[in-house]
Each structure stands twice: as C-alpha cells, then as structure tokens.
C-alpha cells in the first residue's frame, strides 16, 4: 500500500504468516535521495519465529542482466557500470531496528543463523546468474558493515559476513569480475576478513572518528591484496571550508597512493542526499576532480 502525505510517498508492507500480522512502513521525502524505515516488520524473537515459515519459494525471482548491458552500452567509454547488491547480512538485518537486530543477532545465534540461510539462498543464486550473464564486472557489495564492532563482536564478523557473503565474492570472481566490499566505521577487524574472503577492493575506509583506521596504514597493510575505494568524508564535502578541503584531497591521494599496491580510487564516503546542493559542496567537489586529475597527470 503505497500513499502520499504531506509531500512524502509512504509504503505500507504487511505479511501474514504463522497466525501472525506483521507490518513494515517506509518514507521517502521528495527531492530527497534516501528512504527512512519508519516501522520495521520484525520487532521480536515471536516475528522472526514466523518469519522462518515463509515458504522459500516467495523469496525465489530472477534477474536479468539485459538492463546492466543496455546501460553499459549507453555510458560507452564515459565511465563503467558498476553491479550493486546487498548481501544476506543485510537483507536480515534491514528487517529488525538497529536494536533489535544487534540484540538478536548478539544473543540468538541458532535464530539468525536460520534466517540468513533462508535470504541466502536466491540472494546466491541472483548472484550467480548475473556474474555469469555480466562476467567480468565491478560489483559493490554492501551489509558487511552491519557485523563490525561496535555492533557486533569481530568474530561474529566470520560468521555472518565471511559464511554468507563470501560466495558472493567467489561466483564473482569465477566469471572474472571484481568484487567490492562496501564497509563503513570500524573495518580494522574486519579487513583480514574482506581480504580472507578474496574481495579485491573495499570502500570507503572511513577516518577517524567515523572509522578507527588510517589510510595510510591500510594501503601499506593491504594495499597489495586490495584497491582502496575512499576515504573523504562526505560530511566533510559538504561542510568544510574549500582550502581545508583541499588539503584533505590532498593527504588522501598521497597515502592512497603511497608504496606498492593495487590501486586507489578517491571518493567521499556516500553521495549528496539532496537534490540542490550548496556552492560550498560543488566547489569541493571540483577541487576532487581538479587535484585527482593533476594527480595522475
């Protein structure tokens, strides 16, 4: 059921299952480019119980990766497209608040076990399907954000994250694509893990305090196992002076950079959420192309 209120689009999503209604509602406002889960469907240990009884085959779909060549041809040599999906991880987490989920999947490790083998199954099998119909790609992958610390402990990163999301990373890589890890805050446990995995780049590595790593660091730790994807703020595009910026731009393109490895990409750490933009953030946006331009030569 989808309405609109006061300029916003809701949408109503109710399932009824196991003698059980349960209901999920999400905003989304105009000339803004996110959508806020207002309500979400499981709100305790009873919901999920019957969510495991969904039959598998309501999650069953299959993909078509005409739309990923139509767009490939339209860019040409202007830029790549680029194959976006999230993982089980987030498809479990999504379905409970930020709370709820961390209770759950801190304390209930058979229950959430149980639910990330159901959503993974066609969430494997899409993957699979794709990789082979679009080999050789770049994907992001993105949920693997939702096991790191603070939420959750680095071990139950093995579990949720390297059990479930590392076949993604592998169906990738045997149709000779490139698997790129989305992973905001505090990657410094995971990334043994994201390596381990076989993923060959990782974005945004955040800087302190949003992260708890250097970038430096990582390009000399990892840098010769992955292309490091970042690792601008993008509250700092948005909010920093234009000269502070550019000397932001600049530490990052030389640590980025520095020593032997596979490759960096500069890049804010998320897009604008707004349609209309300030003169400050597109003056910012203009010292990453002038500096990254004259950086490569």
């Not at 339209?74 to 498809?91: H, K, Q």
């Not at 993957?127 to 080999?135: D, G, L, S």
Request: proline share 7%; net charge negative.
């Amino acid at each position: 059921e989808t309405w609109l209120e006061s300029g916003s689009e809701f949408t109503r999503t109710t399932l009824r299952v196991a003698g059980r209604t349960m209901t999920a509602l999400a905003r989304r406002d105009p000339q803004v480019s996110t959508v806020w889960q207002v309500e979400h469907l499981l709100k305790d240990l009873a919901d999920l119980k019957a969510y495991l009884d969904v039959p598998d085959h309501v999650f069953a779909f299959e993909p078509d990766a005409a739309p990923l060549a139509a767009a490939e041809d339209e860019v040409g040599d202007r830029g790549i497209v680029m194959v976006d999906t999230g993982d089980p991880l987030c498809a479990a987490a999504s379905l409970f608040s930020m709370a709820g989920y961390t209770v759950v999947a801190f304390t209930e490790h058979r229950l959430f076990h149980r639910l990330l083998e159901k959503l993974a199954g066609p969430i494997h099998q899409c993957t699979e399907q794709v990789a082979e119909a679009f080999p050789g790609r770049l994907w992001r992958i993105y949920g693997p954000e939702y096991a790191t610390e603070p939420y959750l402990p680095p071990h139950l990163f093995q579990e949720y994250v390297v059990r479930y999301t590392g076949p993604m990373v592998e169906a990738i890589r045997q149709h000779g694509g490139f698997a790129r890890v989305h992973c905001h805050g505090r990657i410094r446990s995971a990334l043994p893990h994201i390596v381990g995995m076989g993923a060959a780049a990782t974005d945004p590595v955040e800087p302190p305090p949003q992260g708890d790593v250097l970038l430096a660091d990582v390009r000399r730790e990892y840098g010769k196992d992955l292309v490091l994807f970042g690792n601008l703020e993008s509250s700092a595009v948005e909010t920093m002076p234009p000269a502070e910026f550019e000397r932001v731009v600049a530490k990052a393109l030389r640590d980025g950079t520095a020593g032997e490895g596979r490759g960096f990409v500069l890049m804010p750490s998320a897009c604008p959420y707004g349609r209309i933009i300030t003169p400050q953030t597109m003056a910012n946006y203009e010292t990453m192309v002038r500096l990254a331009t004259a950086f490569a030569g």
